[in-house]
């Protein structure tokens, strides 16, 4: 079998292709199969990994970091709070600082998007797009994919619906690519205020209503209203929100194949009941454990078998 060939970045889910993201999948499906707590994996032995998270993070960063010491990764962490950025250093010449010591990947998060791409242009070193603005959030997508393939093992006609703030989530954005290319179908459920206005860049079909939803999905990505991207004006209220759009416990447990699914962070009360947290079909923490084998799979595989 010929080796499949990544390119030495990953900006955004258009990044890869179908071969790829099955190769990510085994990938991680092999870390899974032989992860031993006390016998770390060699893969980026040598390499020095720059954690670079411009914007506040908690899963994304820990997952990105925990993956990054099962390879024997050396990890610079860095944060713009407590950073010389306060002191008005500009973001191009924080990176050059960065570059000097000599790392040879970046994994970003930035709350503008793009910079991923800057960095790669700057360094010319491996970069992982960590969530950036409102654009992309592409191994948040694998990790979905991968909870989904767990489940269901396959992806031919499985019905995915994204409930939710669609406009302001990089989520909902790397989901749908990389879902269809793996070939689920998706539908999409938000208010009207919380989809792309004045086009439907995805061509997806929106439906209704919660009930509407459950009934079509054999899985649910339900997202949290991102206000810190967000305009005033846009929803009545939250409880207005909460009150069309929560995930009930009551709607959701009618139906026995679904499952739930959040990148989190959750806000319990609006967008879904508490009680779901603990429903066996629900993969909120399932996600949040593959996330670290993911993000395993795509460091080596860049770091091995870069074009
Ligand atoms: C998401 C993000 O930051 O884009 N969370 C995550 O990375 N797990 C979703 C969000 O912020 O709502």
């Known amino acids: 079998m010929n080796k499949i060939l990544f390119k030495p970045y990953l900006h955004s889910s258009e990044d890869l292709n179908r071969e790829q993201l099955n190769a990510i999948f085994d990938k991680a499906q092999y870390f899974i199969d032989n992860y031993n707590p006390k016998e770390k994996f ?18 994304t960063k820990l997952s990105f970091e925990l993956a990054a010491k099962r390879l024997s990764a050396d990890i ?3 944060t713009s709070s407590g950073s010389s950025l306060v002191k008005g250093e500009s ?51 694998l990790l979905d994919a991968m909870t989904l393939k767990q489940h269901y093992k396959t992806f031919e006609n499985l019905k995915v619906c994204i409930i939710g703030d669609i406009l302001h989530s990089r989520v909902a954005r790397s989901n749908i690519t990389i879902l269809r290319r793996l070939g689920a179908e998706i539908k999409l459920l938000a208010p009207g205020t919380l989809l792309p206005r004045y086009l ?7 439906l209704n209503s919660v009930d509407d939803a459950i009934e079509w ?3 649910l990505i339900v997202l949290r209203l991102q206000k810190e991207r967000m305009d005033s004006g846009l929803l009545p209220s939250t409880s207005e929100f909460a ?8 709607k959701f447990t009618k139906k026995d194949r679904i499952v739930l699914m959040h990148p989190g962070p959750v806000n319990y009360g609006v967008e879904l009941d508490y ?10 923490n399932k ?21």
């Open 42 to 59: 060699q893969d980026l032995a040598g390499i020095t990994v720059a954690l670079a998270f411009f914007e506040p993070s908690t899963r």
């Open 76 to 78: 610079l962490t860095f």
């Open 91 to 141: 973001l191009v010449d924080t990176i050059r600082t960065i570059d000097a010591m000599q790392v040879q990947m970046y994994v970003v998060r930035n709350v503008y998007a793009g910079v991923p791409q800057l960095i790669t242009q700057k360094t010319g070193k491996i970069t992982l797009n960590a969530g950036d603005g409102k654009h992309e959030h592409p191994t948040q997508a």
């Open 200 to 206: 439907n860049p995805w061509d997806a079909e929106t």
């Open 217 to 219: 999905a054999d899985a």
């Open 243 to 250: 009150k069309f759009y929560q995930i009930t416990y009551e």
């Open 275 to 284: 009680k779901l947290s603990e429903l066996d079909n629900c993969l909120i």
């Open 287 to 307: 996600q949040v454990t593959n996330g670290v084998f993911v993000r395993m799979a795509v460091m080596s595989l860049l770091a091995n078998s870069s074009e």
